[in-house]
């Protein structure tokens, strides 16, 4: 089955430091990938929607400068929280959609990654 | 405003016992549906999903899941847990409308007592 990679898969890095978070789909081709964030006993929001080769489209309320996000290549998708803050500490979960738009069954197929966890100090 | 329901924040039942997960949506067409589980610290997990034909759909561990158009839900079921189904599951909507986009439930936290 389609398999997605997260790496690292968790992290600590200090106030005021950036961090970077790679979304890899392993045997299948993305043009689109997600990028989730997933509070302690909360559910997933979406923050941004990352198609290859274009801009990514970030969700109300999501900072764009503050989550730079780049999908350079149909496999990989990147997510840098920059100048981190206490407050951005979470689980950041990645999906990636495959490409195979035939069928239904395949084409609103998303898989997910394992998740990061960012801890700011 | 458009949403996912899950009315159960958590849930304790006991081992062999029969489980249902409340999920309820209010997105206008036939959306495609999915119920996806998650242990601690870990992705997600899909166990269904529907898209059209049959409402009565299987996946994976034992799980199966109803769509009722008239009540707009997505309940989940399974006829006997097992102690390794604790976990947190999600309901999960794809409006069809939106380029794919997914809104999730808040999310019920199952317990299994020996």
């Known amino acids: 089955g389609a398999v997605v990679s997260q790496h690292p898969s968790w992290v600590i890095c200090k106030s005021g430091t950036s961090v970077k978070i790679e979304c890899r789909s392993l045997?299948?081709?993305?043009?689109?990938m997600f990028w989730y964030r997933q509070f302690p006993k909360q559910s997933l929001m979406l923050m941004a929607t990352?198609?290859?080769?274009?801009?990514?489209?970030?969700e109300q309320g999501v900072e764009k400068d503050k989550f730079l996000i780049n999908h350079a290549s149909l496999t990989l998708s990147t997510l840098t929280v920059t100048s981190a803050h206490p407050e951005d500490s979470s689980f950041y979960i990645c999906?990636?959609?495959?490409?195979?738009?035939?069928?239904?069954?395949?084409?609103?197929?998303?898989?997910f990654g394992p998740g990061t966890r960012l801890t700011v100090t | 405003a458009q949403s996912v329901t899950q009315p159960d924040i958590h849930i304790t039942v006991s081992e062999g016992a029969s489980l249902e997960l409340r999920c309820n949506y209010s997105?206008?067409?036939?959306?495609?549906l999915f119920w996806y589980v998650q242990s601690p610290g870990q992705g997600l997990q899909l166990l269904l999903k529907?898209?059209?034909?049959?409402?009565l759909v299987q996946g994976i561990k034992g799980f199966e899941a109803e769509f009722k158009r008239s009540q707009s839900s997505f309940n989940l079921r399974k006829p006997s847990v097992h102690w390794s189904d604790a976990a947190e599951y999600f309901c999960?909507?794809?409006?069809?409308?939106?380029?794919?986009?997914?809104?999730f439930g808040t999310g019920t936290s199952l317990t299994v007592i020996p």
């Open positions: 990352s198609n290859e080769g274009s801009k990514a489209t970030y």
């Open positions: 529907y898209f059209s034909g049959d409402t």
């Open positions: 999906s990636a959609r495959d490409l195979d738009g035939r069928t239904p069954a395949h084409y609103y197929e998303q898989y």
């Open positions: 045997d299948f081709q993305a043009t689109t």
């Open positions: 997105y206008g067409a036939t959306p495609y």
């Open positions: 999960a909507v794809d409006p069809t409308d939106t380029g794919n986009q997914f809104y």
